[in-house]
């Protein structure tokens, strides 16, 4: 009967395909409803100076045109730092801000009214870089350090140095649905929100906020989401506002939903980041200092970016001691959509950063990559300090490295695409091995907690609500199988139900991978109550007057549906219960059958004053080999094999970590080849659809695809020993870029190539184009302006440059 560590389908799985499961712009329209969309900035950066929103107002089938100045209550927000307003007031700072919702009795009725806008705005200039941002000194927050050892001393000291730039860009979330929420007005002023959220005590507090309402004012719920990716774990809080907003004035429900373009180019994405850095190395390759000068491009509205920039930080080591280093970390302001959370949350920039520096370290050394990466790879009894503080422990950093070089055959084929660069005219090669270590937990320390409420009903079966929300993760299913096991019962006897701030108080956001570790353990932990109340009533149920033993609950076995006492067991094999008889006769005895779980996680801290703490519950780790071919004349890459190999502690559930690692994997390889966002010098993205906006499909799936989990048993905490997985596989991605940054060693021995991130193939034609022109310098370095690859247009490749 027990299902933890067996592959139950997902328990939408069957509703995703067939279409029965419903989001939240599947649910009937009610008596009426009405339709909400929004008026955006269509400029970048400027002074709003008239809008006739009275006029639109009065059009036919229009409901109501609400600006700023209709929000009952505050029109500021932000998770971290307050500088967002829902609705602009003055000042516009990104295209695709709302200035203005606008509601209507059907979608006819908003297009008509929409013709007839008349919004002058006066332009102002505009920032859009990360240099642009440095030279205006535009930036959110204040710029973190961290420091060890020292740098300068291991610098002047060092038998080698480099120095570079590594820029990366942004990634779109692509979640398949988009923004979206419902607003019920109800008694009294309460307001009811169904919004597709990462976080629905987010949404319950801003609405409330934005209403002017006490948060006992308002209930949102949330079924489930059709992705998120972190997209929707504060930017769901702008369409759930207009929906709430309208609900309240005009006391109709309200539906907002995004479309697919709207979407894309009114919300933020994954950060661009530019990082200068400089390290010093030994002559056999291990790393002795690192400085990093690390710029995040944030967008109009400082959103998680903060939070966003630490875990940069935090992961600027990736999987490596680094004995002196000097990090400093700043966001930059800029007139885009305010960045946000995405699948990794900073890790990824700061972990590809570390990545290429080892991959030109071994260029520098003329070694084997794979070499430099385990000389320099977190140990065990020692070089296991990070920069922050923590030691790295129980972890299999080493081994895992070794076992993938193993068994992908690393060596042999290193050889062999070497040999085949040699040889080929028209393709190129790559390979490379790349560990990947994240840090789980929220560094907001508060944030790591969880409740949940378990129901058990008088026919033994049970409903569990968590404040965790399901975005195809598969939380559900883990905590319905966390809950089955924990009262020995079967699957299909536990119901995992709507996510509803008013079951749950107080919850943090899906998010952090975190999701089945924070609240698996609250729903444990309330399974865990009931099973006390039920096992001290079985005690004294289950013995037979005659049997001459003392009722005793720590004998008392939850086993098969059945309950026992295991001393009497032997005596008396028939004196067992089952869990739906003992439910019903414990419930009789006015026993109670429901209770809340709370979790914190233990342990965890972290001093932001001395930067210095222990932030992470644990690490899940892992380590990937992909093989890229390369047209040379095209720059078109193909990805031939890949190899995973990661440790997730003990699975709850393989059908669906394995899932988690692929498709976390291909959604990195999207982030590092082929996601390339593109604007307009006015600040318009133009790949704003899927027609100009490439993510992977089934064909970008390598050819040859080998996943596989190692076990360890040095794992002996979190829930069920499992470990977090929604993230990590993302950053299993590098070895793909930096198996392209391989491939275009090959091409002049003599010279580190540059590649900026994404590695699309307009991007690896500029590089084997400067690196086959012999008049850049030995070492690589071009004319070519380095330029943020996500902005503006990149250089045009000419045709008669060689
Ligand atoms: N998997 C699917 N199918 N859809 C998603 O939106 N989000 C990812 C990851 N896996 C996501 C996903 C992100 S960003 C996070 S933080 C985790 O799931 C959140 O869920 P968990 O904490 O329950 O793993
Ligand atoms: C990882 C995360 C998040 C994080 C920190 C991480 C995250 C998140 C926040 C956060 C921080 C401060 C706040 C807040 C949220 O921090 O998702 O509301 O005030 O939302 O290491 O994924
Ligand atoms: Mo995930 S980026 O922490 O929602």
């Known amino acids: 009967m027990k299902v933890v560590g067996k592959q139950v389908p997902h328990d939408s799985a069957i509703g995703h395909v067939t279409g029965k499961a419903l989001f939240v712009d599947d649910l009937a329209f009610t008596q009426n409803e009405l339709i909400v969309e929004f008026i955006a900035s269509p400029v970048a950066h400027g002074k709003i100076k008239s809008f006739n929103s009275v006029e639109l107002a009065q059009l036919d089938g229009i409901a109501g045109v609400f600006t700023f100045a209709d929000i009952p209550g505050h029109n500021l927000y932000g998770p971290v730092i307050q500088d967002e307003r829902f609705l602009a007031e003055e000042i516009v700072e990104y295209v695709g801000q709302p200035i203005a919702v606008i509601a209507g009795e059907s979608r006819k009725a908003i297009r008509h009214a929409k013709k007839k806008l008349r919004l002058e705005i006066e332009k102002l200039t505009p920032v859009f870089t990360i240099d642009e941002a440095l030279a205006a000194k535009q930036f959110i927050g204040v710029p973190r350090v961290f420091k060890q050892g020292d740098f300068e001393k291991a610098w002047s000291t060092a038998e080698h140095t480099l120095a570079g730039t590594f820029v990366c860009g942004g990634q779109e979330q692509f979640y398949l649905e988009s923004q979206a929420a419902i607003a019920w007005p109800g008694e009294h002023g309460e307001i009811h929100v169904h919004s597709s959220s990462q976080n629905p005590t987010e949404i319950q507090e801003v609405v409330a906020e934005a209403l002017g309402l006490g948060f006992h004012e308002v209930v949102c719920v949330c079924k489930r989401m059709g992705g998120a990716f972190g997209g929707k774990e504060t930017q769901a809080v702008i369409p759930a506002v207009m929906a709430a907003l309208v609900a309240t004035k005009t006391k109709r429900p309200a539906r907002i939903a995004y479309t697919k373009d709207d979407d894309m180019r009114s919300t933020g994405k994954r950060h661009p980041y530019k990082i200068h850095y400089k390290t010093a190395f030994t002559t056999e390759g291990k790393l002795t200092g690192l400085n990093l000068e690390i710029y995040s491009n944030g967008g ?46 900073g890790g990824p920039q700061g972990m590809a950063n570390i990545e290429n520096v080892m991959q030109e370290i071994a260029l520098v050394l003329k070694k084997d990559a794979l070499e430099i990466r385990r ?7 020692d070089r296991n300090l990070t920069p922050y503080g923590q030691v790295v422990r129980n972890h299999l950093l080493p081994e895992i490295l070794d076992q993938l070089a193993e068994t992908s055959e690393y060596r042999r084929r ?7 660069n040699r040889q080929s005219t028209t393709h190129l090669r790559g390979l490379a091995l790349t560990p990947m270590k994240f840090g789980i937990s929220f560094t907001t320390k508060f ?39 924990e009262f020995a019962i079967s699957y299909d006897d536990v ?31 309330a399974c865990r109550k009931i099973r006390k109340n039920l096992t001290e009533f079985a005690s004294s149920y289950l013995l037979p007057p005659d049997s001459g033993l003392d009722p005793s609950p720590e004998n008392i076995i939850f086993e098969n549906g059945t309950i026992y006492d295991d001393r009497s067991k032997s005596r008396f094999p028939e004196n067992k219960i089952t869990f739906r008889e003992l439910v019903k006769l414990a419930f009789m005895e006015r026993i109670s059958l429901g209770e809340r779980g709370f979790y914190g996680t233990p342990e965890i801290d972290f001093n932001r004053e001395t930067e210095k703490g222990e932030p992470f519950f644990y690490y899940t780790t892992g380590a990937s080999v992909s093989e890229v071919l390369i047209d040379r004349f095209t720059g078109q890459l193909k990805l031939e094999r890949t190899d995973l190999l990661m440790d997730i502690g003990e699975t709850i559930n393989p059908g669906i970590d394995k899932g988690q690692i692929i498709g976390g994997f291909i959604q990195g390889v999207g982030w590092v080849t082929n996601e390339d966002l593109r604007y307009s010098d006015k600040g318009e993205l133009l790949s704003y659809s899927p027609t100009t906006y490439k993510i992977p499909n089934i064909q970008d799936l390598p050819e040859i695809f080998n996943v596989d989990t190692i076990e360890n048993p040095q794992h002996k905490i979190n829930v069920r020993r499992s470990k977090a997985v929604g993230e990590p596989p993302l950053m299993l991605c590098l070895s793909v870029w930096i198996a392209v940054k391989h491939a275009l060693s090959c091409v002049r021995n003599d010279a580190i190539p540059r590649l900026n991130l994404p590695a699309t193939a307009e991007e690896i034609l500029r590089r084997i184009t400067e690196l086959d022109d012999d008049s850049k310098d030995a070492a690589g370095n071009s004319s070519v302006d380095e330029s943020e690859v996500s902005l503006v247009s990149l250089p045009i490749l000419s045709a008669e440059k060689k």
């Open 300 to 345: 109009a509205g400082a959103d998680l970016s903060t939070a966003i920039l630490e875990r940069t930080l935090f992961h600027a080591d990736n999987a490596y001691f680094i004995p002196n280093l000097f990090f400093k970390g700043t966001i930059c302001k800029t007139n885009f959509p305010p960045n946000t959370a995405f699948r990794g949350f």
């Open 375 to 381: 000389l320099n790879c977190y140990d065990h009894a």
């Open 414 to 420: 290193l050889q062999e695409v070497e040999q085949f």
């Open 495 to 525: 119901r995992i139900m709507i996510t509803s701030t008013e079951k749950n108080n107080n919850t943090p956001p899906t998010a952090a991978s975190a999701g089945t570790d924070l609240n698996g353990m609250a729903a444990l932990n």
């Open 447 to 485: 944030l790591n907690q969880g409740n949940a409420l378990v129901n058990v009903y008088k026919d033994g079966t049970v409903q569990v609500s968590t404040g965790g929300t399901e975005m195809g993760q598969g939380l559900n299913t883990k905590i319905r199988q966390l809950v089955a096991d």
